[in-house]
T-cell receptor, first 111, second 116 residues
Framework: TQLLEQSPQFLSIQEGENLTVYCNSSSVFSSLQWYRQEPGEGPVLLVTVVTGGEVKKLKRLTFQFGDARKDSSLHITAAQPGDTGLYLCAGSRANAGKSTFGDGTTLTVKP | GAGVSQSPRYKVAKRGQDVALRCDPI?????LFWYQQALGQGPEFLTY????????KSGLPSDRFFAERPEGSVSTLKIQRTQQEDSAVYLCASSLVSGTLVHEQYFGPGTRLTVT
C-alpha cells in the first residue's frame, strides 16, 4: 500500500515554463520532506515542512504543506534544464524512525 | 568526508551468492537507515538503527536480509543466498537525531546490486 501518492508520475516541459507537482496522502504526517534525486545518486534533501499551511521558498521553488498535514505541493517557476530529476516526497511521524516515500515525479526540462 | 559514503557502488552477484554492503554515515549522526529502491520507484524502508540498536527491521523482506551496526557508526547490510528479485539500489541514510518531529535524512549514493 502506497501511503504517499505523487502526481504526475512524469512531466516534460520547456525551459522557462512553470510547473506544480503534488504529494497526497490519506494519513497525517508530523513532517514532510522533499528530495531531488539524479540518476546514479542518492536523494538530496530540498526542504522540510512541519506546520499545516506552511509555505517555504527556495529560490525558484515554492513548497506548501496542506492545512491538514496530509498533502504537499512543489511549484517551480521558470524551470531550467538543471531542475531535471526525480522529485520525491517523504512523510514521517513523530517518534517513528522511518520515513515513507512516494514513487516520485520524474521531471525533464528541455532547453 | 562530509557526506554518507557507501561501498561498493556496484555489485554483480550470481544467484545464491552472499553479499555485504557497507555504509559510512556522517560522523556524529545517531540514526542510520537502509532503504531499497527498485527502478522507477521511491525508496522502500528496510531497517533503522539508533546508535548500535536496531529499533525497526520491519521492512526487511526476508530472513535472508540482515543488518548490523556494532559500534554505532559503520553499518553493513548483508544479503544471503541472493535472488534475482533482490536486484535494486540499496540506499543508506543518516540523521543527526531520531524520534523527533523532523526527520531530515542525508543519503549516500547507493549500491546498485544486480543478481544474475
Amino acid at each position: 500500500t502506497q501511503l504517499l501518492e505523487q502526481s504526475p508520475q512524469f512531466l516534460s516541459i520547456q525551459e522557462g515554463e512553470n510547473l506544480t507537482v503534488y504529494c497526497n496522502s490519506s494519513s497525517v504526517f508530523s513532517s514532510l520532506q522533499w528530495y531531488r534525486q539524479e540518476p546514479g545518486e542518492g536523494p538530496v534533501l530540498l526542504v522540510t515542512v512541519v506546520t499545516g499551511g506552511e509555505v517555504k521558498k527556495l529560490k525558484r521553488l515554492t513548497f506548501q504543506f496542506g492545512d491538514a498535514r496530509k498533502d504537499s505541493s512543489l511549484h517551480i517557476t521558470a524551470a531550467q534544464p538543471g531542475d531535471t530529476g526525480l522529485y520525491l516526497c517523504a512523510g514521517s511521524r513523530a517518534n517513528a524512525g522511518k520515513s515513507t516515500f512516494g514513487d516520485g515525479t520524474t521531471l525533464t526540462v528541455k532547453p | 568526508g562530509a557526506g554518507v559514503s557507501q561501498s561498493p557502488r556496484y555489485k554483480v552477484a550470481k544467484r545464491g551468492q552472499d553479499v555485504a554492503l557497507r555504509c559510512d554515515p556522517i560522523s556524529g549522526h545517531v540514526s542510520l537507515f537502509w532503504y531499497q529502491q527498485a527502478l522507477g520507484q521511491g525508496p522502500e524502508f528496510l531497517t533503522y538503527f539508533q546508535n548500535e540498536a536496531q529499533l525497526d527491521k520491519s521492512g526487511l523482506p526476508s530472513d535472508r536480509f540482515f543488518a548490523e551496526r556494532p559500534e554505532g557508526s559503520v553499518s553493513t547490510l548483508k544479503i544471503q543466498r541472493t535472488q534475482q528479485e533482490d536486484s535494486a539500489v540499496y540506499l543508506c541514510a543518516s540523521s543527526l537525531v531520531s524520534g523527533t518531529l523532523v526527520h531530515e535524512q542525508y543519503f549516500g549514493p547507493g549500491t546498485r546490486l544486480t543478481v544474475t
